[in-house]
């Protein structure tokens, strides 16, 4: 379907036309006097310089012949010489009608869908997961789901940091703690046991120890370089060992992510590509890309335009280990090899955008990917306390993601309990997803690449700019359609009318926006275009609410009109939601 502002614009051009203008002159925007009117074209006032006329003349002229129009029910030129315009209820009846009946409400999905990479998540096993990671995952998926609803095949893919330092330093430590376990033993030639000598909290202990004795200790850090090396060059032992880690970390990331209702289509991580390193390594030097500095390997990636210092892209260390950015460049390597993507879209937190920038440019420079490959970087900025510092627990420690959720399940838990008399058990499911919902939209709302404020009282109001209040709209219209098949009528059998009120013609009218909303939150990868998107609804839709008896409405035909529209509203509003990756109770 096109976009509503398209076949306005349209219609506006065929009047400029008419009255002897250049048509491109007839362009309509949404009014920025919605007071005054619905929409508006300034067209004649970049008229008046072509046709040295006052713009009012040319105005005039266009208002004039649109007195007949099938979409608008007034256009009218005001001095200087806007046209404001007004669309007839027929039209925009009509074309919610047409919406309703499509498939995804009239959003065409494109001829050649792109194939697209998202790198999002990027945990770091054996650590657990804190609130640092929140953003990665929740902007991730969502970029990820609204690409998908434009049409495009997306390949979200989780990029565990499964290989560096911090394996040797857990290796390590196990061996000072448990040296007599076979994985030491280099005469060892038997099947390693099944079960990993370690749990989860276990692990996550490990890791902090081994890493704060390495920063005191130099001798210890020469022990856990050692082990990464070893490991890195398969020792048997030790291979098995960082199979146990992997698992053990992954099944505890796995609970994570679906709590979150987060999903990874890929699995792979930094080690996936350990293989693709050396061979990478080698043509970058033969075809003359990488130089030796200061013993490094390196690519330099400046470009005469930059007006800061873009560092040299640095390959393999002085002593020939790889890097961050070693496993980043073969791992595009990889994924142009096995999935050929059109597009790669990382999520990361933009502290590293100038290290993303040094890895885009030296793959183009190496000719890794295509010239026509799109990289993109969504850096998203720090999640804040109250006190406007990044947010930690109130111990002043980095709070576990685990954790936040808890609390803020409870929180509500207890919200709901002392609301309404849900039972129990449902009570528990309904805090979990308006828990979910007050999180996500409290980040997606912002522009991911700004700091915010973590402020949980917020988030979890039932009214303002918050999920629960999203929720809280769904909800209440799904009560209202319940009530209706209660009367023993179809909601089904519904149809949309032309609008009776001004407060419907305003939710029509911001319904009918969702094409364009749409589109524009993948084009500028922005979740909070669609959160800006249903808290405007959402508003229409409760005004709209407060102004009119449905229910008691005694016109069968009208109230029918109603309900069709209101089942359409309860749809945007559920696809939007889940294009944020949260989802509505049946009642809160
Ligand atoms: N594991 C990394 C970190 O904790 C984030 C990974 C981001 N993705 C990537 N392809 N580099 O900083």
Same mark, same amino acid.
């Given at each position: /379907?096109?976009?509503?502002?398209?076949?306005?614009?349209?219609?506006?051009?065929?009047?400029?036309?008419?009255?002897?203008?250049?048509?491109?002159?007839?362009?309509?925007?949404?009014?920025?006097?919605?007071?005054?009117?619905?929409?508006?074209?300034?067209?004649?006032?970049?008229?008046?310089?072509?046709?040295?006329?006052?713009?009012?003349?040319?105005?005039?002229?266009?208002?004039?012949?649109?007195?007949?129009?099938?979409? #608008?029910?007034?256009?009218?030129?005001?001095?200087?010489?806007?046209?404001?315009?007004?669309?007839?209820?027929?039209?925009?009846?009509?074309?919610?009608?047409?919406?309703?009946?499509?498939?995804?409400?009239?959003?065409?999905?494109?001829?050649?869908?792109?194939?697209?990479?998202?790198?999002?998540?990027?945990?770091?096993?054996?650590?657990?997961?804190?609130?640092?990671?929140?953003?990665?995952?929740?902007?991730?998926?969502?970029?990820?789901?609204?690409?998908?609803?434009?049409?495009?095949?997306?390949?979200?893919?989780?990029?565990?940091?499964?290989?560096?330092?911090?394996?040797?330093?857990?290796?390590?430590?196990?061996?000072?703690?448990?040296?007599?376990?076979? *994985?030491?033993?280099?005469? #060892?030639?038997?099947?390693?046991?099944?079960?990993?000598?370690?749990?989860?909290?276990?692990?996550?202990?490990?890791?902090?120890?081994?890493?704060?004795?390495?920063?005191?200790?130099?001798?210890?850090?020469?022990?856990?370089?050692?082990?990464?090396?070893?490991?890195?060059?398969?020792?048997?032992?030790?291979?098995?060992?960082?199979?146990?880690?992997?698992?053990?970390?992954?099944?505890?990331?796995?609970?994570?992510?679906?709590? !979150?209702?987060?999903?990874?289509?890929?699995?792979?991580?930094?080690?996936?590509? +350990?293989?693709?390193?050396?061979?990478?390594?080698?043509?970058?030097?033969?075809?003359?890309?990488? +130089?030796?500095?200061?013993?490094?390997?390196?690519?330099?990636?400046?470009?005469?335009?930059?007006?800061?210092?873009?560092?040299?892209?640095?390959?393999?260390?002085?002593?020939?280990?790889?890097? *961050?950015?070693?496993?980043?460049?073969?791992?595009?390597?990889?994924? /142009?090899?096995?999935?050929?993507?059109?597009?790669?879209?990382?999520?990361?937190?933009?502290?590293?955008?100038? *290290?993303?920038?040094?890895?885009?440019?030296?793959?183009?420079?190496?000719?890794?990917?295509?010239?026509?490959?799109?990289?993109?970087?969504?850096? #998203?900025?720090?999640?804040?306390?109250? $006190?406007?510092?990044?947010?930690?627990?109130?111990?002043?420690?980095?709070?576990?993601?685990?954790?936040? !959720?808890?609390?803020?399940?409870?929180?509500?838990?207890?919200?709901?309990?002392?609301? +309404?008399?849900?039972?129990?058990?449902?009570?528990?499911?309904?805090?979990?997803?308006?828990?979910?919902?007050?999180?996500?939209?409290?980040?997606?709302?912002? =522009?991911?690449?700004?700091?915010?404020?973590?402020?949980?009282?917020?988030?979890?109001?039932?009214?303002? $700019?918050?999920?629960?209040?999203?929720?809280?709209?769904?909800?209440?219209?799904?009560?209202?359609?319940?009530?209706?098949?209660? !009367?023993?009528?179809?909601?089904?059998?519904?149809?949309?009318?032309?609008? =009776?009120?001004?407060?419907?013609?305003?939710?029509?009218?911001?319904?009918?926006?969702?094409?364009?909303?749409? =589109?524009?939150?993948?084009?500028?990868?922005?979740? +909070?275009?669609?959160?800006?998107?249903?808290?405007?609804?959402?508003?229409? #839709?409760?005004?709209?609410?407060?102004?009119?008896?449905?229910?008691?409405?005694?016109?069968?035909?009208?109230?029918?009109?109603?309900?069709?529209?209101?089942?359409?509203?309860?749809?945007?509003?559920?696809?939007?939601?889940?294009?944020?990756?949260?989802?509505?109770?049946?009642?809160?």
């Amino acid at each position: /379907m096109d976009k509503l502002l398209d076949v306005i614009s349209a219609e506006m051009k065929n009047a400029f036309e008419a009255a002897g203008y250049d048509r491109e002159l007839g362009k309509v925007t949404v009014s920025n006097r919605p007071d005054l009117c619905e929409y508006q074209c300034n067209g004649a006032m970049a008229g008046a310089k072509v046709y040295h006329k006052a713009p009012i003349m040319i105005a005039n002229d266009v208002a004039a012949g649109c007195a007949d129009s099938k979409v #608008f029910s007034g256009v009218e030129a005001v001095n200087p010489g806007f046209l404001n315009i007004k669309l007839k209820e027929e039209f925009i009846g009509a074309y919610l009608k047409e919406m309703a009946a499509s498939e995804k409400f009239g959003l065409e999905s494109p001829e050649k869908p792109l194939k697209i990479v998202i790198d999002y998540g990027g945990p770091n096993v054996a650590k657990p997961l804190h609130v640092g990671h929140l953003r990665s995952a929740v902007i991730g998926e969502s970029i990820k789901r609204i690409a998908r609803y434009n049409g495009h095949e997306v390949i979200g893919d989780i990029h565990l940091g499964d290989w560096g330092l911090q394996m040797g330093l857990i290796i390590t430590e196990l061996k000072e703690r448990k040296p007599e376990l076979p *994985y030491f033993d280099e005469g #060892f030639m038997g099947e390693y046991p099944e079960e990993a000598p370690f749990t989860i909290s276990e692990l996550e202990e490990i890791y902090p120890t081994a890493s704060g004795k390495s920063k005191e200790d130099p001798e210890y850090k020469e022990k856990a370089m050692e082990a990464t090396f070893k490991l890195q060059n398969g020792v048997r032992g030790y291979r098995a060992l960082w199979n146990h880690i992997i698992s053990v970390s992954v099944a505890d990331l796995k609970k994570n992510y679906e709590n !979150l209702n987060v999903e990874f289509d890929l699995w792979k991580g930094e080690s996936d590509v +350990h293989d693709v390193i050396p061979g990478m390594v080698e043509y970058m030097k033969k075809e003359g890309y990488a +130089h030796e500095s200061e013993g490094a390997l390196v690519v330099d990636v400046k470009e005469e335009t930059d007006t800061k210092e873009i560092p040299p892209c640095m390959i393999l260390k002085s002593d020939g280990a790889s890097l *961050y950015n070693t496993t980043d460049l073969a791992t595009i390597k990889e994924r /142009m090899e096995k999935i050929n993507p059109d597009h790669i879209i990382y999520v990361v937190d933009k502290r590293q955008e100038l *290290y993303f920038t040094q890895v885009f440019r030296c793959a183009r420079k190496t000719g890794l990917v295509k010239p026509y490959t799109g990289l993109t970087f969504v850096g #998203f900025g720090t999640m804040n306390g109250k $006190d406007g510092k990044p947010f930690k627990t109130r111990q002043g420690g980095v709070m576990r993601l685990e954790n936040l !959720l808890n609390d803020i399940n409870e929180q509500m838990y207890t919200k709901i309990m002392n609301n +309404h008399e849900v039972p129990e058990e449902e009570a528990r499911e309904t805090a979990k997803m308006v828990a979910l919902a007050a999180i996500k939209y409290g980040d997606l709302s912002n =522009q991911a690449s700004k700091d915010y404020i973590f402020d949980v009282e917020r988030f979890t109001s039932f009214e303002g $700019d918050t999920g629960p209040y999203i929720l809280y709209t769904i909800v209440r219209i799904k009560s209202i359609l319940n009530k209706y098949r209660a !009367l023993g009528k179809n909601v089904e059998d519904t149809d949309i009318r032309k609008p =009776q009120g001004e407060a419907e013609k305003e939710l029509m009218l911001s319904i009918a926006g969702f094409i364009s909303m749409m =589109q524009n939150a993948w084009e500028e990868m922005a979740p +909070h275009k669609v959160c800006a998107y249903i808290y405007d609804l959402a508003n229409a #839709f409760n005004h709209f609410y407060h102004e009119t008896k449905i229910l008691q409405e005694e016109d069968e035909e009208k109230q029918a009109g109603y309900i069709a529209l209101l089942k359409l509203t309860k749809e945007i509003l559920e696809t939007c939601i889940d294009v944020l990756g949260f989802a509505a109770p049946e009642r809160m």
